[in-house]
């Protein structure tokens, strides 16, 4: 089988940070890039429906609210041409689960979740999952993950730690962006562009630099030597 | 000390402090190492990259390394449907595609006009500059949404080949020329049989 680059995002920051407008812009690139490719949204808020209304981008499916237990299952269905071909009906799409904890009420995994993270080389599916803390990521959920957003958050520092393997630069991440924001202020929505320029932090498991984005340099510096001296 | 290499000593007070330490191997291939699991990992400066800050990250817009391809009668069925749309179904992609042919054409007769013109068998001096057909590409797009226009599938592909097949059949045609007038040449240049006949050279010529 071929090597694929599925991505499994998580945003976390608490409210109005402008993780489902950043979460919009990704999907309007990732669209862009993959036209032909399928859209799936969980759309707690209505915000993705009135960027679909917008013409930003172009909903395929959206999953209802109310539809707590069946939609893994659903989104893993295939038909079988023959014995040991499947095709997938969702295959080639990303998968935006705004506060996906709606979906998973309970603390536990569900099974048919967990197997369609497994499957995503097969069904090639992209994932950008949002939350409020580190402490609604799933136990089962922590080894899928490739990428961490980490927006303004009131997350405590112990619950990096114990749900997530890379949990120092998040924890990291957190420090800086939460005085980044207190200083600075939390970002806005760029109307003339149509651009969300919301600050946060990308951490990505197999890079050793963490991707400051909305951020302006200058302003970080004495931010990154205050927490430099007091480190040391 | 050779007794030491070859001691195995697992207790607290070994593991504390040292880290790890590798002993020399009783085999090839065989390791040992006593490592301290309790150690914390050493804190390293964190690197911050603000390269791109206001660019969605590439993973984003990248394609995935395999894409799997349409299956024959799925590509069939979409391309009868695509003859089939009328203008006000066609999208931005088929409009893309039609400017580019055009100004593909467009490029390609100015190129030959302005070689014509400078009596001149080479290409790079007068086609046009590639930015400025980006923009030509743009803005010719706009004006066939204004309106409405695009050429069928059929017609865009027998244009794409006529275009891609004339500048190689130039290029054939001209060293055509090329090898036939070497030839020419070649043969004005050697002496032809009929002058080295021996019976023509003795007759009425004092022999050498």
């Known amino acids: 089988m071929d090597n694929r680059l599925n991505f499994v995002w998580i945003f976390i920051g608490k409210n109005t940070t402008g993780k489902t407008p950043t979460a919009i812009q990704y999907a309007k690139e990732w669209q862009n890039a993959k036209p032909k490719h399928k859209l799936i949204v969980f759309d707690s808020q209505n915000k993705f429906y009135e960027a679909h209304k917008k013409n930003k981008i172009k909903i395929s499916e959206i999953i209802p609210i109310g539809n707590s237990k069946q939609w893994a299952e659903q989104l893993a269905d295939y038909t079988e041409t023959k014995i040991g071909e499947k095709k997938y009906k969702y295959a080639n799409s990303l998968v935006i689960l705004d506060d996906y904890r709606m979906l998973c009420k309970n603390n536990d995994m569900p099974a048919s979740f967990y197997s369609l993270l497994a499957l995503r080389p097969k069904t090639n599916m992209d994932f950008i999952l949002i939350c409020h803390m580190p402490r609604n990521i799933l136990e089962g959920l922590a080894g899928f993950i490739t990428h961490y957003s980490i927006f303004a958050n009131n997350a405590i520092q112990s619950q990096f730690e114990k749900k997530i393997n890379c949990y120092v630069q998040c924890q990291t991440a957190t420090l800086i962006i939460n005085k980044y924001v207190e200083l600075y202020g939390p970002g806005y929505y760029d109307k003339t562009r149509d651009m969300p320029r919301f600050p946060y932090i990308i951490v990505d498991k197999e890079s050793e630099f963490l991707d400051c984005k909305h951020m302006d340099m200058e302003k970080a510096k004495p931010i990154l030597k205050e927490f430099d001296k007091k480190a040391k | ?208």
Request: aromatic letters at 6%; glycine letters at 4%.
């Open chain 2, 1 to 208: 000390m050779a007794e030491e290499g070859n001691k195995t000593d697992n207790s607290v007070d070994n593991l504390a402090g040292k880290g790890a330490t590798t002993q020399k191997p009783k085999e090839p291939n065989v390791l040992e190492a006593v490592v301290d699991i309790n150690e914390k990992p050493k804190e390293q400066p964190t690197k911050f990259n603000f390269l791109n800050p206001n660019v969605v990250p590439e993973v984003i817009s990248k394609p995935t390394t395999s894409d799997p391809k349409p299956e024959l009668k799925e590509l069939q069925r979409k391309l009868i449907e695509d003859e089939g749309k009328s203008a006000s179904q066609l999208t931005l992609a088929d409009f893309e595609e039609n400017a580019d042919f055009v100004i593909d054409l467009v490029d390609f007769l100015t190129t030959a006009l302005f070689r014509w013109i400078a009596l001149d068998n080479t290409d790079a001096p007068y086609e046009m500059p590639k930015p400025k057909i980006e923009k030509l590409k743009r803005q010719f797009t706009k004006v066939l949404i204004r309106y409405n226009k695009a050429m069928p599938i059929l017609g865009l592909f027998f244009g794409t080949l006529g275009a891609a097949c004339i500048t190689p059949a130039r290029k054939a045609i001209e060293h055509n020329k090329l090898v036939k007038e070497e030839r020419a040449k070649r043969k004005t240049d050697e002496k032809p049989p009929s002058e080295i006949n021996p019976l023509k050279r003795g007759r009425g010529q004092p022999r050498k």
